[in-house]
């Protein structure tokens, strides 16, 4: 039983910001999240447990394109993948609002423009109180309002790089980050890119969102609480949930947020005989568009200097985000990535262990994001109840292109030595776009509300609902998209 006039399902980004949006308004709120709390263990800091052992990876297989299974990189605790998240908390560019021309094809654009979402990115960057410096970075859309706090400081060897980039020409900037830096280190040094959060060091959904959600008494969590069908009646809206253990809850609206992947299988296990291609699913768009970006490893290396950075994730360099392609096409972001170590090396590439050692002392490590297109083949299936993941790259020629770039770049900066390899694809860390929204229903899932089509009082507030993944981080897009949509729910006074 549930007297909820709201169901979150999941405690993520999207969910945890939808909590925290509607908590003031008194409307009785209950989340529901499948996995429990992420405690502090021997574990969370330890880069062999993460990395070599896969300690937090779920006990789960999906299928891959060619119907092979493996274990995703998909993280199911209270706060989401946000709970591993690297932090960075960035705007898309406004130029990501349009349809923009790419090596890979020419992106659709979005139903709302940039302008729209400002008021909305300036208070998510409140609620997860972003570290940044405005005007810093060439690429960075207008702004009402500044940062909550100033950007994290470089380590030694950051500094050195970002000096070496701007004297060769180029316009490194500082990540918008949502780390508490003394808070994190406090518990062990080590870098937070892809390590659990169990001290709150990072502001992530739990940190940021879901514990000002959860002062309220009309905000309730139930943990272990794994949604397996949505439930539709009378005028095709839904009535409520049905959990894996068989009980049902009620609720006048229901907000989705179990993340790109998981949101769309749940549609899809939900399918009846009056939705009978899945709910929310007219459009037979619900699990297509696939994205996650195209990512690169780049290591660059000078033989006699030693990097003794912690952290390393406070430089980014935006210089190939809007052209750089043959024909000026948009190539990527380039990022610091959390500081590499041997361990972390020998779990992800062949290097025998004294060469992964030699190179993890000396590398600056670099994160290449391009994007990826959206495509209806690019999708998420479900076989016998399982998931099939089947995700068509896009645009790979521009990523292979700004990595090419970028080795050009470090050279000339000083850094003789460039390694660079592909990040691993069982790890959708960037997943979206599989509840596309759009102004047709005929060709999306949701509305420019985050609203089903279909459904009066379905809400999707994850990242299925990005209709273009630009190649910059989702989370603050996810969050504020969530605060919109929490807007418009309180607006129609729907579920008061
Ligand atoms: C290692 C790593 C690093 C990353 N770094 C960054 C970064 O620096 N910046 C950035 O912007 N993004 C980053 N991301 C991506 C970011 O974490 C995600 O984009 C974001 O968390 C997605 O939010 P979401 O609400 O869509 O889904 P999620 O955060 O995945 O939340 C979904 C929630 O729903 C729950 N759930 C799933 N199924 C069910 C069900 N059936 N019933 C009930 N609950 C369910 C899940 O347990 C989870 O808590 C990173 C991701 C990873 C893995």
Redesign the pocket.
Request: glycine share 8%.
């Given at each position: 039983m549930s007297d909820a006039q709201v169901i979150i399902?999941?405690?993520?980004?999207?969910?945890a910001t939808m909590a925290a949006s509607l908590a003031a308004s008194g409307r009785r709120v209950l989340i529901?999240?499948?996995?429990d709390y992420l405690r502090a263990s021997a574990h969370d800091r330890d880069d062999g447990s993460i990395f070599r052992d896969g300690h937090y990876r779920p006990e789960e297989e999906w299928l891959d394109g060619n119907g092979a299974p493996f274990n995703p990189?998909n993280?199911?605790?209270?706060?989401?993948?946000?709970k591993?998240?690297?932090?960075?908390?960035i705007r898309f560019r406004r130029e990501d609002f349009s349809p923009l021309k790419h090596i890979g094809g020419t992106t659709p654009g979005w139903p709302i423009s940039y302008e729209e979402m400002e008021p909305y990115y300036c208070m998510a960057e409140q609620m997860y109180s972003v570290r940044g410096k405005a005007g810093d970075d060439p690429t960075e859309p207008p702004r009402s309002a500044d940062y909550p706090f100033g950007p994290l400081p470089d380590e030694p060897a950051i500094a050195e790089l970002r000096k070496r980039l701007s004297s060769v020409g180029f316009h490194p900037s500082f990540l918008p980050l949502g780390v508490d830096l003394d808070r994190w280190l406090s518990r062990a040094k080590t870098p937070w890119?892809?390590f659990p959060d169990t001290n709150g060091g990072k502001l992530d959904?739990e940190t940021g969102a879901l514990n000002a959600a959860l002062k309220h008494e009309n905000v309730t969590l139930r943990t272990n609480?794994?949604?397996?069908r949505l439930l539709t009646g009378e005028g095709n809206r839904i009535t409520g949930v049905e959990l894996s253990c068989g009980e049902v809850l009620l609720a006048p609206t229901v907000v989705l947020?179990?993340?790109?992947v998981?949101s769309a299988a749940?549609l899809l296990a939900s399918a009846n005989d009056a939705n009978p291609s899945g709910l929310a699913n007219r459009s037979d768009q619900v699990g297509r568009n696939f994205m996650n970006h195209n990512c690169s490893a780049v290591l660059a290396l000078r033989p006699f200097k030693r990097n003794d950075s912690i952290y390393q994730k406070t430089l980014m360099l935006n210089d190939f985000y809007l052209t750089g392609g043959r024909n000026g096409e948009p190539l990527g972001n380039v990022q610091m990535l959390g500081k590499i170590s041997s361990t972390i090396l020998q779990a992800s590439s062949p290097l025998p262990g004294p060469v992964a050692n030699w190179v993890a002392r000396h590398s600056l490590d670099i994160y290449a994001m391009s994007e990826d297109l959206p495509d209806p083949q690019s999708r998420v299936t479900l076989e016998n109840g399982q998931i099939k993941l089947n995700w068509k790259r896009s645009n790979w020629d521009a990523h292979l292109a700004l990595v090419a770039k970028l080795k050009r770049v470090l050279r000339k900066a000083g850094y003789p030595f460039v390694l660079a390899r592909p990040f691993d694809r069982r790890?959708p860390?960037?997943q979206c776009g599989t509840a596309k929204m759009g102004l047709d229903p005929v060709t999306s899932v949701v509305d420019a509300n985050c609203r089903s089509h279909d459904h009066s009082n379905l809400y999707i507030t994850?990242?299925s609902v990005l209709p273009t993944s630009a190649a910059v981080?989702?989370?603050?897009t996810?969050a504020a998209l969530s605060i919109r949509a929490a807007e418009h729910i309180q607006a129609n006074n729907e579920a008061a």
């Amino acid at each position: 039983m549930s007297d909820a006039q709201v169901i979150i399902i999941g405690s993520g980004m999207g969910g945890a910001t939808m909590a925290a949006s509607l908590a003031a308004s008194g409307r009785r709120v209950l989340i529901l999240e499948r996995g429990d709390y992420l405690r502090a263990s021997a574990h969370d800091r330890d880069d062999g447990s993460i990395f070599r052992d896969g300690h937090y990876r779920p006990e789960e297989e999906w299928l891959d394109g060619n119907g092979a299974p493996f274990n995703p990189g998909n993280y199911y605790f209270v706060g989401g993948n946000s709970k591993f998240y690297g932090a960075v908390l960035i705007r898309f560019r406004r130029e990501d609002f349009s349809p923009l021309k790419h090596i890979g094809g020419t992106t659709p654009g979005w139903p709302i423009s940039y302008e729209e979402m400002e008021p909305y990115y300036c208070m998510a960057e409140q609620m997860y109180s972003v570290r940044g410096k405005a005007g810093d970075d060439p690429t960075e859309p207008p702004r009402s309002a500044d940062y909550p706090f100033g950007p994290l400081p470089d380590e030694p060897a950051i500094a050195e790089l970002r000096k070496r980039l701007s004297s060769v020409g180029f316009h490194p900037s500082f990540l918008p980050l949502g780390v508490d830096l003394d808070r994190w280190l406090s518990r062990a040094k080590t870098p937070w890119d892809a390590f659990p959060d169990t001290n709150g060091g990072k502001l992530d959904a739990e940190t940021g969102a879901l514990n000002a959600a959860l002062k309220h008494e009309n905000v309730t969590l139930r943990t272990n609480a794994r949604v397996q069908r949505l439930l539709t009646g009378e005028g095709n809206r839904i009535t409520g949930v049905e959990l894996s253990c068989g009980e049902v809850l009620l609720a006048p609206t229901v907000v989705l947020a179990a993340g790109a992947v998981q949101s769309a299988a749940l549609l899809l296990a939900s399918a009846n005989d009056a939705n009978p291609s899945g709910l929310a699913n007219r459009s037979d768009q619900v699990g297509r568009n696939f994205m996650n970006h195209n990512c690169s490893a780049v290591l660059a290396l000078r033989p006699f200097k030693r990097n003794d950075s912690i952290y390393q994730k406070t430089l980014m360099l935006n210089d190939f985000y809007l052209t750089g392609g043959r024909n000026g096409e948009p190539l990527g972001n380039v990022q610091m990535l959390g500081k590499i170590s041997s361990t972390i090396l020998q779990a992800s590439s062949p290097l025998p262990g004294p060469v992964a050692n030699w190179v993890a002392r000396h590398s600056l490590d670099i994160y290449a994001m391009s994007e990826d297109l959206p495509d209806p083949q690019s999708r998420v299936t479900l076989e016998n109840g399982q998931i099939k993941l089947n995700w068509k790259r896009s645009n790979w020629d521009a990523h292979l292109a700004l990595v090419a770039k970028l080795k050009r770049v470090l050279r000339k900066a000083g850094y003789p030595f460039v390694l660079a390899r592909p990040f691993d694809r069982r790890t959708p860390s960037h997943q979206c776009g599989t509840a596309k929204m759009g102004l047709d229903p005929v060709t999306s899932v949701v509305d420019a509300n985050c609203r089903s089509h279909d459904h009066s009082n379905l809400y999707i507030t994850d990242a299925s609902v990005l209709p273009t993944s630009a190649a910059v981080n989702p989370a603050l897009t996810i969050a504020a998209l969530s605060i919109r949509a929490a807007e418009h729910i309180q607006a129609n006074n729907e579920a008061a």
